[in-house]
């Protein structure tokens, strides 16, 4: 079974608006982290926002805040006001306690901000 | 935060050559590193763990043989594509968590792009 699903292989969203990234996880630890990268044409992985499975508040980090329910298994990210610099591939990621330092990655969520 | 810096940034061989990349922590110490590959408009896949003093970790469908991995210090893995041909062309990133204290946050090189001719 996948990790992490990302179901939105391509997103586009007016500049200045919010959007929603989806991310789902599959886990039966109870200890794990959750993250979000983005990855611009240059191909490097730029951390945005981590998420503890133990935090009881959502994650935030600027424009970029994290929908986490943790019930459902999704951690979503939301990106407010977009840029055009954010046009980029956002990959969600996580990490179990008891596989040490892994990370299981999404297939990424290619997304375009329109002028 | 941490600095993961990797070399070369490009490299162009031939069939049949093999390639070194290498990865560094520039600002802190890495008992373990990890290598991924990733092409063109997919995700990044887990090549291997490189393990400080010990052998690397590979996984599933990984050739062992054609992909060496040595952790020469807490600062340094290397990876060597061995014979390399077109199929291994592919960006190759590696990365290294700080520590376990902080966010449990992976610092990533900015990957090597590797082609085959």
């Known amino acids: 079974a996948q990790k992490i699903t990302q179901t939105q292989p391509g997103m586009f969203v007016q500049e200045k608006e919010a959007v929603t990234l989806d991310c789902t996880y599959d886990t039966s630890d109870q200890s794990y982290g959750l993250f979000w990268y983005k990855q611009p044409s240059s191909g490097e992985m730029i951390f945005l926002i981590y998420?503890?499975?133990?935090?009881?508040q959502n994650a935030t980090e600027g424009r970029y805040s994290l929908n986490f329910q943790k019930a459902r298994k999704s951690a979503n990210l939301v990106i407010s006001a977009s840029q055009l610099g954010d046009s980029a591939m956002y990959f969600c990621a996580m990490r179990e306690v008891n596989t040490g330092n892994q990370f299981y990655f999404g297939t990424g969520t290619s997304l375009t901000v329109i002028p | 935060g941490a600095v993961v810096s990797q070399h070369p940034s490009r490299v162009i061989c031939k069939s049949g050559t093999s390639v070194k990349i290498e990865c560094r922590s520039l600002?802190?110490?890495?008992?373990?590193m990890f290598w991924y590959r990733q092409f063109p408009k997919q995700s990044l896949m887990l090549m291997a763990t490189?393990?400080?003093?010990?052998?690397?970790?590979?996984e599933q469908g990984v050739e062992k043989d054609k992909f060496l991995i040595n952790h020469a210090s807490l600062t340094l893995s290397t990876l060597t594509v061995t014979s390399a041909h077109p199929e291994d062309s592919s960006f190759y990133i590696c990365?290294?968590?700080?520590?376990?204290?902080?966010?449990?946050?992976?610092?990533f090189g900015p990957g090597t792009r590797l082609t085959v001719l």
């Open positions: 990365s290294a968590p700080d520590s376990w204290e902080r966010n449990n946050e992976q610092f």
């Open positions: 600002d802190f110490q890495a008992t373990t």
């Open positions: 998420q503890g499975s133990y935090d009881e």
């Open positions: 490189s393990n400080e003093g010990s052998k690397a970790t590979y």
